[in-house]
């Protein structure tokens, strides 16, 4: 069994900043692809920004020069620090992990955590 837990939401002010963390245990050979979305309310999911397992990144135009992803393998946690948010980054972020296990790989999601931006 494979558990992701993320922390670090909250209430902010407009322009300030957020780190999230996410942390997966349970049965892991490996994880690959860890990535943080985001759900606001009324709006589809959508991704935010991806990290592989040998640090390569993509972010949502959106987001790009605000938000870094980043890793520790070795605690198989990704992190996910925001800055000069804005009222639009409202949502709940979930992060996802590509883990692959002794008897195959599978894609697992966290439980969400809220952020909301506003004065």
């Known amino acids: 069994q494979v558990q992701l837990v993320e922390s670090g939401g909250g209430l902010v002010q407009p322009g300030g900043s957020l780190r999230l963390s996410c942390a997966a245990s349970?049965?892991?050979?490996?994880?690959?692809?860890m990535d943080w979305d985001r759900q606001a309310p009324g709006k589809a999911r959508e991704l935010v920004a991806a990290?592989?397992?040998?640090?390569?990144?993509n972010y949502a135009d959106s987001v790009k020069g605000r938000f870094t992803i980043s890793r520790d393998n070795a605690k198989n946690t990704v992190y996910l620090q925001l800055n000069s948010l804005k009222a639009e980054d409202t949502a709940v972020y979930y992060c996802?992990?590509?883990?692959?296990?002794?008897?195959?790989?599978?894609?697992?999601w966290g439980q969400g955590t809220q952020v909301t931006v506003s004065s």
């Open positions: 996802h992990a590509q883990i692959r296990m002794t008897l195959g790989s599978s894609g697992y």
């Open positions: 349970g049965n892991i050979f490996s994880i690959t692809t």
């Open positions: 990290i592989t397992s040998g640090g390569s990144t």
